[in-house]
């Protein structure tokens, strides 16, 4: 596990430094991917804000299990936590149905009224779209949801019901 979350720092860290010079702190692999979580952090949709921790969780529109979890989220599972939002299209690419959600005035709104079934907004030009997908592929993330933190924990797959918290808080599935 710490191999292939050094690997991935390492990763990140090179490619996000030619978009962002200053984005390669020197220091060792627990410093980087804290960097890196700060960049993913200020790109991803803020869903809810608290002081208890805080998670990054990579989703897909068309995932039924990242429907599950927002449903478990909005029901409390995750109180107090601060919760961001990466989108992506996985499993439907050709709907830009994640790139469209990203280009609503309020992007959280939108994904709400999506999973409620309520449609997408329409296309728009530009969307942080591709940014989101560029993070996947950065985290070698490739399922949803998943799951990153700044304590250098990540994985992917919805623990069962009334776990999530244990597994963000100790890393215990």
């Known amino acids: 596990m710490i191999c292939a979350l050094r690997r991935l720092c390492l990763r990140a860290m090179f490619l996000l430094a030619a978009a962002v010079p200053a984005a390669a702190p020197a220091g060792d692999w627990r410093e980087q991917y804290r960097e890196f979580y700060r960049l993913v952090a200020a790109q991803a949709v803020l869903l809810q804000e608290g002081p208890a921790g805080d ?14 979890f927002e449903e478990r989220r909005r029901a409390g599972e995750l109180a107090g936590y601060t919760v961001r939002l990466v989108l992506v ?36 030009a530009s969307s942080t779209g ?26 992917t797959g919805l623990p069962p019901a009334g776990r999530l918290r244990a597994v963000l808080d100790e890393g215990q599935l």
């Open 89 to 124: 299209d996985f499993l439907a690419p050709e709907s830009g149905a994640a790139d469209r959600i990203l280009c609503a005035p309020d992007p959280a709104a939108a994904y709400q009224r999506h999973l409620r079934g309520g449609g997408t907004p329409a296309p728009c």
């Open 55 to 68: 998670v990054v969780v990579v989703a897909d529109p068309a995932c039924s299990h990242c429907a599950v």
């Open 130 to 155: 591709a940014i989101h997908r560029r993070i996947a592929e950065i985290a070698e993330i490739w399922a949803t949801p998943s799951f990153l933190t700044p304590g250098a924990r990540s994985f």
